[in-house]
């Protein structure tokens, strides 16, 4: 990536930023993950949010006194961790949540039927779409952002992100690209899964200067052993609790990132989500050795 390409992308961020709109009158109306239009009347006062992403946005937006309860996750951010919980975020407990009084609940989807439990019961529930690149962080910051009325808060936020990642897109100019993968490996028995094109992961590889070696690959496929042996990655990319997984497979030792102990664990919560710098810098010191 040249220079000139990071000082457009800089300027473009800037540019949304300044355009951003300063007044944050309700009701406000943004789209779902289902393509829908979800209306918020009036300023939310009492919400919950169900998911990682949510609360840290939620925090980041300087909204944290206006957050009653949680999901449970590990990957919550700290600030968050005295609030009153709604059950683990994959179950949460409507009758719980509807004890809180929230008048919008962040994250709560179809696939237990807690947000058409919680539509019917009267609440506003906004849950934004997977994220797979950096500009759906930012589409999903802005989205946010308009729900709670921070829209000025969320441009700030999006250009902080954006200046984070061009400052470190600028450490790994010139450098030789590195053989890349993330897999993910739930059992050290069953193949892995992964991230290929159409996934945030392969852009992160791609930023820091490395190449995915199952860039041919879309989504989340899982594919087998040999198939890691073949295209050979130098540096592994994995959830940290999956790192002894790949390192102590007996079939992947010949892999040249096995081989030598590049096998580095990133958290996903991390990965998408609005400290994405974070994650590309760790993929930059793991692919070039290059620290911030």
Do not use: C
Request: cysteine-free; charged content about 15%; overall charge negative.
């Amino acid at each position: 990536m040249s220079k000139t390409t990071i000082a457009i992308g800089f300027a473009i961020v800037l540019l949304t930023v300044a355009l951003s709109p300063s007044v944050e009158a309700f009701p406000v109306t943004v789209i779902d993950d289902r393509g829908q239009e979800i209306t918020v009347e009036r300023s939310p006062e009492r919400i919950v949010a169900i998911g990682a992403l949510y609360a840290q946005v939620v925090v980041d937006l300087g909204a944290i006194g206006r957050l009653i309860a949680i999901g449970e996750t590990e990957d919550n951010p700290p600030a968050v961790i005295d609030l009153p919980s709604v059950g683990p975020t994959y179950a949460p407990n409507v009758e719980l949540i509807l004890g809180h009084g929230p008048d919008l609940v962040l994250g709560a989807t179809d696939w237990g039927g807690e947000r058409p439990a919680l539509e019917a019961a009267g609440i506003t529930v906004l849950t934004t779409p997977w994220l797979t690149s950096i500009a759906a962080i930012f589409e999903t910051i802005r989205t946010i952002g308009a729900a709670i009325g921070a829209v000025n808060e969320s441009g700030i936020e999006i250009g902080r992100i954006a200046s984070e990642i061009v400052e470190a897109e600028a450490l790994v100019l010139g450098k030789p690209t590195v053989a890349a993968a993330f897999l993910y490996a739930a059992s050290p028995d069953d193949p892995p899964y992964t991230a290929g094109s159409g996934a945030i992961e392969n852009e992160l590889i791609l930023r820091a200067g490395g190449s995915n070696v199952f860039a041919d690959v879309q989504g989340f496929p899982q594919i087998s052993f040999e198939e890691v042996v073949e295209r050979d990655p130098d540096v592994i990319f994995t959830a940290p609790s999956q790192i002894e997984n790949i390192l102590g497979n007996p079939l992947l030792q010949s892999v040249s990132a096995v081989a030598s102990g590049r096998v580095v664990g990133i958290r996903a919560s991390v990965v998408a989500s609005t400290r994405v710098s974070e994650a590309l810098l760790a993929i930059i010191e793991a692919l070039h050795g290059v620290e911030p």
